[in-house]
Nanobody
Framework: QVQLAESGGDSVQAGGSLRLSCAVH????????MAWFRQAPGKEREGVAG???????SYADSVKGRFTISQDTAKGTLYLQMNTLKPEDTAMYYC????????????????????WGQGTQVTVSS
């Protein structure tokens, strides 16, 4: 059974940093995509950062240069380093995984992902 568990969310001041972690259990596929999504109240879930099947990271324009996605396959953990946080980054952050091939824009398609975590809240105050 595949399980994803996020952690690291917190309340921070604008300009601060956070590192989110996603512990992945039971996912043994050699082909995969993994990504971070976020959802603010009243808004649709949006892709933030992802690692495609070619293992090349992709970022939403709104976070480029501020967020960095990485993974430690030995630990089975996906990370999202978030720097220079802004109030508009406030949202519930989710990690997601799928064993299907994905590249480019498909990395940020919510329907492409089968496995989701429960989310971790990030709140950025001005």
């Amino acid at each position: 059974q595949v399980q994803l568990a996020e952690s690291g969310g917190d309340s921070v001041q604008a300009g601060g940093s956070l590192r989110l972690s996603c512990a992945v259990h039971g996912f043994t596929h050699s082909t995969y995509c993994m990504a971070w999504f976020r959802q603010a109240p009243g808004k649709e879930r949006e892709g933030v950062a992802g690692i495609g099947s070619d293992e090349v990271p992709s970022y939403a324009d709104s976070v480029k240069g501020r967020f960095t996605i990485s993974q430690d396959t030995a630990k089975g953990t996906l990370y999202l380093q978030m720097n220079t946080l802004k109030p508009e980054d406030t949202a519930m952050y989710y990690c997601a995984a799928t064993s299907t091939w994905c590249l480019g824009s498909r990395i940020f398609v919510t329907g492409a992902y089968v496995y989701w975590g429960q989310g971790t809240q990030v709140t950025v105050s001005s």
